[in-house]
């Protein structure tokens, strides 16, 4: 069994999988490791390319797009590991951070779950955590004010918030490190969740049978962002607020979740609002479909 079992998610993102990979075999952890890519019926030849260019790669194929949870859940019940990690297609490992991280995870081992900083291909500071959401934290992020308060954020953005082997509520599925004795425990991600909050709903879940959650600084990845997306900014959204919402109908109830439901569709109806006024017509549109289709 390895010490480290790497997980990628592909979805029509042949380039920046390769490179994904590439990044790992250049910058590999001294412990053992194996690579498992995930692919969900890509039709851009990703797998064929995997196949050819790294032959000790294991490659998972979907036939058809099950989307991050269940994609993911598909490799965490087949292998086995000390650690999984969860990683985005559209990241970069940068030298020593998979030992660093797997040092960090076995000095911390109140940590089930960890994640480590992540930064844009820039190289500016990515923020991938925050408080689990509750209704102030919600309302702060909703009406943007949760800056006002980066201890309390639902999405801390504050650089502040980010400090070395700090307890979070959550942190971002594009990097993440999950303990075995946690999958054991507390399973896999929920397949309830196509994509977007599944990592909040999980590092619940995980906090909910007494494992803690993680950061580090000690360990950096690049990561882009939204590459998978066919339309970025209309996915995210919706995902996100989506997500947001089943987690209040399955942790707070059906009323709760249904106040929230209003309280979202207030905020994003006034979101649409402001940037059509300011004349950001594009962004405007985006929101009122969000609202349409939340």
């Known amino acids: 069994m390895p010490k480290l079992a790497i997980i990628i998610l592909s979805f029509n993102t042949k380039e920046i999988t390769l490179n994904c990979i590439s990044s790992i075999i250049s910058n590999p952890p001294k412990k053992s490791y194996e690579i498992v890519v995930v692919d969900n019926a890509s039709t851009d030849q990703t797998v064929s390319e995997i196949k050819q260019r790294f032959k000790t790669v294991k490659i998972l194929e979907n036939k058809e797009n099950l989307g991050f949870s269940a994609g993911n859940n598909k490799a965490l019940k087949s292998i086995s590991a000390e650690y ?3 990683l985005n297609s559209d990241t970069k490992i940068l030298p020593n951070s998979l030992d660093n991280l797997i040092l960090f995870a076995d000095t911390h081992t109140e940590y089930g779950v960890i994640s480590c900083k992540l930064l844009n291909p820039n190289k500016a500071f990515q923020p991938n955590s925050g408080e689990l959401p509750k209704p102030f934290n919600t309302f702060l992020w909703l009406a943007n004010l949760d800056i006002l308060f980066p201890g309390w954020s639902y999405q801390a953005r504050s650089d502040s918030y980010y400090q070395d082997g700090k307890e979070v509520g959550w942190v971002s599925g594009s990097v993440m490190l999950i303990k075995d004795e946690v999958i054991k425990k507390v399973g896999v991600l929920d397949e309830n969740i196509f994509m977007y ?36 900014q209309f996915k995210q959204w919706l995902g996100e607020f989506q997500g947001v919402l089943y987690i209040y109908q399955k942790y707070y109830g059906q009323l709760t979740a249904k106040l929230m439901k209003q309280l979202f569709y207030f905020f994003i109806i006034l979101r649409a609002l402001i940037f059509t006024i300011m004349g950001k017509l594009e962004i405007g549109r985006t929101y009122a479909k969000v609202a349409i289709n939340l």
Not at 198 to 203: I, P
């Open 197 to 232: 909050g599944e990592d909040v709903e999980y590092c619940m879940r995980v906090k909910q049978n007494n494992f803690k959650v993680g950061w580090t600084n000690q360990a950096e990845v690049i990561h882009v962002g939204g590459a998978s997306s066919e339309k970025p």
């Open 84 to 86: 999984y990690l969860l």
